[in-house]
């Protein structure tokens, strides 16, 4: 490369990286001052990459060496990892030093999107290894349970899963599945209990327990321990959930600090509600549930969890619908509370057009992505809601993933 001009693609760069940024990748600065987003490397390396893509303002690069390491970085103690799968992609990052990066990640997302300087505090986290109760895997040509490699379609044999639930190990030990298909399953970590689902016009899936419940519709029971006790949902194969019990408990448990206007509400709505996790963990005194949720499958099964709730509301409303689509009965008292966990994309226009419609005094979001919790901050500032406190989780060990909880109150 030119020493005065920009990086080109297949140029070998010397870098030294600065920060972690949204998504997982480092920044760094190029010899004539260009932003060059790095995969692989730690804040505080020193390293060779590779230029993937050139733009006239920044570069991608991929992480080739590492001349001198950070503080930071440990060997990935995986070999799935180190054989290049990339379902953990911050396993190379020592665990200590995970949330301070995550929440970085934040900090600089609120500055740079919502143009708020903002303190998030670090939340916790949970378990580092055992913690997922739900994986999905491809079938390798030899029809064995595999994970992906990094930034590609090829597959990583894995032999166990230090992430996984032990159970979910087992099922993974056992099982043997058409080459190229995928397969998604399930634990509980309460009783066992397993659910598989994948598209059996692709391909088959053999070797699982007899007592495995297959399909969408297929069910566990499972427990999270909730700021309102023990909590037990139905989920379906179907139907989103959290990376575990653990990370379901965490989560309420967060909200609930948070938020603490929902134990006396008498009126509570929760938007993109799934299986009623977040309603039913924090909503069992409000005299009114109300849950949104486009996926039929998570409301049939919120059908049932609610109302388990003990005492349960006088009245429960589950409706099936987008949100932004989605409009309040006229006789419906305004909520008290409003509290919404929307899927990566964030709650977006449509999303925050539906709080302001409700005009509730306090909203908790709960965000698994940085950028899109600085749109939606600086999309419900607009609409009258000032962010009043943001906390950090981490829910994904080991790879680059952070939600965020955050509170809103309105100011008008």
């Not at 893509?53 to 060496?65: E, G, I, K, M, Y």
């Not at 029971?221 to 959290?242: I, N, T």
Request: glycine residues 10%.
């Amino acid at each position: 490369m030119p020493p005065d001009g920009p990086p080109a693609v297949g140029d070998e760069v010397e870098l030294e990286p600065e920060r972690f940024v949204a998504g997982g990748e480092s920044l760094a600065r190029s010899a004539d001052g260009r932003i060059v987003f790095v995969r692989g490397a730690v804040p505080g390396d020193r390293v060779v990459a590779s230029v993937i893509d050139a733009r006239r303002d920044w570069s991608r690069a991929r992480l080739s060496s590492v001349l001198s390491a950070s503080p930071d970085r440990i060997v990935a103690s995986c070999a799935a990892r180190r054989a290049g799968c990339g379902g953990c992609d911050w396993a190379e990052v020592a665990d200590a030093a995970q949330m301070t990066h995550k929440v970085g990640v934040v900090v600089e997302a609120l500055r740079r999107t919502a143009r708020i300087d903002f303190d998030v505090v670090d939340g916790g986290s949970v378990s580092r290894t055992g913690y997922r109760t739900t994986m999905r895997v491809i079938g390798d040509e030899a029809g064995k349970p595999s994970l992906r490699m990094e930034s590609s379609n090829t597959a990583v044999p894995i032999a166990g899963c230090e992430v996984a639930h032990p159970r979910l190990v087992e099922l993974l030990d056992e099982m043997r599945l058409t080459p190229g298909l995928e397969a998604t399953l399930r634990v509980s970590g309460h009783d066992g209990g397993s659910t598989a689902r994948w598209d059996r016009r692709v391909g088959e899936v053999l070797g699982l327990p007899t007592e495995t419940r297959t399909g969408r519709d297929a069910a566990i029971e499972e427990v999270v321990d909730s700021a309102s006790g023990l909590l037990r949902l139905r989920v379906s194969a179907g139907s989103f959930f959290q990376s575990g019990p653990e990370a379901a408990g965490l989560l309420i448990g967060t909200l609930a600090r948070m938020v603490p206007e929902c134990t006396d509400a008498e009126h509570l709505v929760d938007l993109y509600g799934g299986v009623g996790l977040l309603a039913g963990g924090l909503g069992s005194s409000a005299r009114r549930l109300t849950v949104v949720e486009s996926s039929r499958s998570a409301t049939a099964d919120a059908l049932v969890n609610l109302p388990r709730l003990d005492p349960p509301p006088t009245e429960i409303d589950v409706v099936t619908s987008e949100v932004g689509a989605w409009r309040a009965s006229p006789d419906a008292p305004t909520p008290d509370v409003v509290i919404a966990d929307p899927a990566r994309s964030g709650l977006g226009r449509p999303g925050v057009a539906a709080v302001e419609r409700l005009r509730p005094a306090v909203v908790g979001l709960v965000s698994c992505d940085p950028v899109s919790m600085a749109r939606d901050a600086a999309l419900l500032a607009e609409a009258g809601f000032q962010l009043e406190s943001a906390i950090a989780l981490d829910l994904f060990p080991g790879s680059h993933h952070v939600e965020v909880v955050s509170r809103f109150v309105r100011d008008r």
